[in-house]
């Protein structure tokens, strides 16, 4: 009762408050609610959406980029390139007036040249680099495109032309370059910060030359960038960027209805229908390019029998699982790769929900009397998997129906990708969101002997069959017979079951209806340089 | 006054002593490499884990380790997060403020809530104020504080609009900072926005202020009352009544003075239960404070910032505890016999 | 048959029966016993009470809305939650986690307590000084951070929640109990119990618990809140009952995503909790007044 005057009086204090000032700086400031806080400023060496979702459109370009209608690639820092017969050699022309983000701890002598994509790319394969080893040294995409082997020599033949040369042709590689791990660095910025003996700062005070400026990090709270004035396509819209980091949904969805949020990452998919009734959020659909997925620790018994996760496999309800988790709102998964991809194998066979099959294949594998598992399930809401706690709680139940004793076991997003590096967990369910339009991208990352190294093989899965598959699949740039090679491909993942595939899932953003103008791109972040504030 | 001040120094030492002993110990009783609890570095190679083991004397006997342990305190080196990989002392300065911030408004709140409340109360206990009064109380102490505060965000924030959810001022506004409070902080920033930061500044604490303030408000009220019900049976009340004075007059020159001495220590007795509550209260209105830091550590499983947070919270606890006692026999000269 | 009084007779009721009438009086108090006898008794029946099985996930039947909604089913009157399960078995169910695992910690703490208190009320010198300090420290650390701490050392779960609280209630105990214990010791009828040739052991047992048992009891009351509370708040904060346990306080947090759609399985688990909660405090005050009236008669 007491506390009612209070709020009144405070009340009375806020309205008071609401005057045309404030509403200045609201018009010209965007706040994005972020799922999570981003690990650090480097796209190189980020696996997490979230992170990207953050940096790489914002503060950074690449040499292309892809376009989110049709997936094809097109120019952005380079404007044109060739490539050589062989397919060995290709060549980029860059722009002339790339500017770089002028703040108060660089000041920029000089527009983006090739020196500075020479020394992006060099930091990410030269063991001798001054700044290989900041960060630990691990480039988790480019590790798991074996980019080190891949890619022989960057040079820069003229000022503003980068030459890179491979050691084999590589229909991906293309691919590669335009995603959002491939974003430019500034050569004079690091030069900077190793005569100051500070090299650590390149990943966490960043320079780009993309459309918004690094203003300050409050570490678990909130992510601030300007406006970059002299952007080469035209300043951003909006004065002012704000990431706002809210990893609970529920509070994510109460700071857009209360406006706090102009953007929220990842709505609830069960409460789209109740956002859609109101006339000042709508709900933006794309199609995105991503597979939820339950991966196996194959290194570890009993996952390391085939049997075995076969058996599991069939243990689980995945029409129950779409609609509880999903809300529909996904298409069943029959493979890794999503039935969008020209390289999806039609004829391949989904196990289909049978405990009794199941609990016949533990038996074979001399486990009748089942066994107890953990299974790791991600404490954030990601593109592929909504609520994976949920689905946990789901497969638990439906693994105690073939005697198998499951525990759920869940820790801070950035905790918990660190210990599944480690390798620490029995199964977990987590998924892969794809970073450009190659099927190449589905395979490598996940499942690859690379991958294991590099730490986003989930399954701890290394196959020299598979391996082989993959690479041969590379060598030529046919598709009809690429096809062939990733049909094949699949048909040893069903047999093999490292992981089992999920679901696909439509990526969601929640907008409030004042903001036009945010552009996702299928195949990676969100990118926010032409999101504007209309009046209604 | 001096011996009494002496006597509390000394229970103070043997208090802090404990706690680093508990601390310390931590660093052994939580999963995992010890080195890694008591350092927070994430990567140890080889070598600097030869020079780290020798420095916190790891290789000797658990005596010396602790010695080794409070000297690293004493000079301030309290170790790395291991999840951020930035010193622990740092990250506490940052958000330890806004915890402060936060329960010293709560606490006025409750102040000056609580007390007239309590007084009104105590006029006619078994009157129909009384005993609406005294409902609200039991039921303001039996409210789950994190159901409470979804509560009144569900309302007056995605119902009503009237506040905003969480946080400590809309993420539009940048103010450097300086002291570390809000108010102040805004204060001191030079903007042509200032007072319309100051009220969004304002309109984020209500909320948060209130939910934690309910605890504290409603054991304010009834000790305020109980102290007033006990100092209106003592003879010098009888004696100024019978004196002539007027009720007003006997409540504001004997009773209130006499009851409102306790109501100092119950400050510090209850900044337990505040602190507690702030931790609940900061996970559910992101505010960035000591307890959401803390409760993060947990789940980051960063167990150098949990020894660190433990110690802090209890430090501080213990700070205000004396405080408010010492005050308490500053004012009362009986207190010091005991 | 009414027996002639000729002669003004003094009233011999029970020391008990006097704190029964005193108690009885105050409605507050009546109404908390009945609510808590009745969560008590839930806790014990639970688990062969309920409509249906709390961790059975009917997969046609997600996020069906109260039986007071248009959309709601009769079998399921409160609804279930997104994975189809029956809020209402569930919330049964998990009086049993949360207001029964609170009872029995509070139990694991009195008894432990006991001892403690009584070792430590009972010796004198430099062992209760030191003693006394010891305790001073952990009272000064706030039960929920103290418990939160334990379960980082343990880890999260149900069990080691209980644990958790029980030793974070711990040192409240030995310190009241201490302190009781000590105030009868000043008692003449101790010192001429003593005088009497009796050991500490029949001080204890014969003067000092009789004596102070309604004291442990208002104690337990004050205990026993702030054990409901702290198990649900762990709860809430995922450290406590880890998923599919319904306990209430894991409820609300399991719930949380869900609080636009279905606001009641939020609103009803909290609202359990401060019912518990309100039942104890209202039967501790009540005895409380009844104790102090009793005394004043």
Sequence with gaps: ?536 | MINFLLRRLFLLGTVLFGLSLLAFSLGYLFPGDPLQNFSGIRQLEPQLRAELTAAYRLDHSYLSQYLAFLNRLWHGDWGLSLASQQPLLSEIRQVLPATIELTSYALLVSFLFGVPLGILAAIKPEGYLGKIINTITVAGYSLPVFWWALLLIMVFSVGLGWFPSGGRLGVLYEIPTVSGFMLVDIFLAETPYQQAIFLDALRHLALPTVVLATFPTTVMIRFVRDAMLEVWEQNYIKTAKAKGLSRLQVLYRHGLRNALLPVIRQIGLQFSALITLAMLTEVIFSWPGIGRWLLDSIYQRNFPAIQAGLMIISVLVITVNMLTEILHTFFNPLARKR | MRKFRLYFEEQHRSPLAQLWREFARQHSALFGLALFSSFLLLSLVAPFITPHDPYLQADNLLLLPPSWSEQGLVQYPFGTDDLGRDLLSRLLKGTTFTFGLALVTVIGALLAGLALGALAGMSQGMKSSFFNHLLDLILTIPSLLLAIIIVAVLGPGLANTAWAVSLALLPQFVHGIRNAINEQLKKDYVTAYRLDGANNWQVLTRLIIPNIWEKIIVMSSMALSTAILDIAALGFLSLGAQAPIPEWGAMISDSLDLIYLAPASVAIPGLLIFAAVLSVNLVGDGLKTAMQRRRES
């Design chain 1, 1 to 536: 009762m007491i506390k009612y005057c209070l709020s009144a009086a405070m009340l009375a204090l806020g309205l008071a408050g609401c005057s045309a000032e404030q509403q200045d700086l609201r018009a010209d400031g965007l706040v994005y609610c972020a799922e999570g806080a981003p690990e650090h400023f480097n796209p190189q060496r980020v696996t997490s959406g979230t992170t990207i979702d953050i940096i790489s459109q914002q503060l950074y370009d690449r040499l292309l980029d892809i376009d989110a209608a049709s997936g094809e690639l097109r120019p952005a820092l380079a404007k044109g390139w060739q490539s050589s017969a062989d397919g060995l050699v290709y060549e980029f022309d860059l722009r002339h007036d790339v500017q770089w983000h002028q703040t108060d701890y660089f000041q920029p002598s000089r527009v983006l040249n090739a020196e500075d994509v020479v020394f992006t790319f060099n930091r990410i394969m030269d063991p001798e680099h001054p700044f290989h080893f900041i960060g630990g040294g691990i480039y988790p995409y480019f590790q798991s495109v074996d980019w080190a082997s891949l890619v022989k020599q960057v040079s820069a033949p003229e000022p503003y032309r980068v030459r890179f040369e491979l050691s084999r042709p590589d229909s991906s590689f293309l691919s590669n370059l335009a995603t959002d791990f491939a974003a430019i660095l500034s050569a004079e910025y690091a030069a900077q910060l190793l005569a100051a003996n500070a090299p650590q700062l390149l990943d966490s005070q960043p320079i780009g030359s993309g459309p918004f400026i690094f203003r300050e990090y409050q570490k678990d709270v909130l992510v601030r960038f300007y406006q970059h004035p002299h952007y080469w396509r035209g300043p951003a819209a909006m004065q002012q960027l704000v990431f706002d980091i809210v990893p609970n949904n529920a509070r994510r969805m109460a700071k857009l209805l209360t406006h706090e949020c102009d953007v929220i990452a990842y709505p609830r998919l069960a409460e789209l229908a109740l956002v859609t009734e109101r006339p000042d959020v709508k709900v933006q659909e794309s199609t995105s390019m991503n597979v939820g997925f339950w991966a196996f620790n194959t290194q570890r018994p009993p996952f390391n029998q085939v049997k075995v996760r076969q058996a599991l496999a069939l243990a689980i309800n995945q029409r129950a699982i779409l609609q509880a988790v999903y809300f529909n709102q996904a298409t069943a998964a029959r493979s890794v790769l999503p039935p969008t991809s020209w390289a999806f194998n039609q004829q391949l066979a989904t196990p289909e929900y049978n405990p009794q099959a199941a609990k016949a294949l533990l038996a074979e594998a001399g486990l009748a009397s089942g066994f107890n598992m953990t299974i790791w399930a991600m404490p954030v809401q990601r593109l592929y998997n909504p609520n994976a706690l949920k689905m946990a709680e789901l497969i638990q139940a439906d693994l105690a129906q073939i005697g198998v004793n499951a525990t759920i076991v869940s820790y801070e997003w950035n905790t918990f990708r660190r210990k599944l590096t480690e390798g620490e967990h029995d199964s977990v369910l987590i998924g892969w969101a794809a970073d450009n339009a190659d099927p190449d991208n589905f395979f490598r990352p996940l499942l690859s002997c690379a991958a294991l190294e590099s730490g986003s093989n989930r399954a701890q899965w290394c196959d020299p069959v598979f391996d082989r598959i993959l690479n041969q699949a590379l060598l030529t740039d046919d598709q009809l017979q690429r096809r062939s090679f990733y049909l094949a491909a699949q048909q040893y993942l069903q047999t093999e079951m490292p992981l089992v595939a999920l679901a696909h899932s439509q990526r969601i953003q929640a907008i409030n209806s004042q903001i036009e103008g945010v552009t996702i791109n299928p195949y990676g972040g969100i990118a926010l340089f032409s999101a504007r504030r209309v009046q209604p």
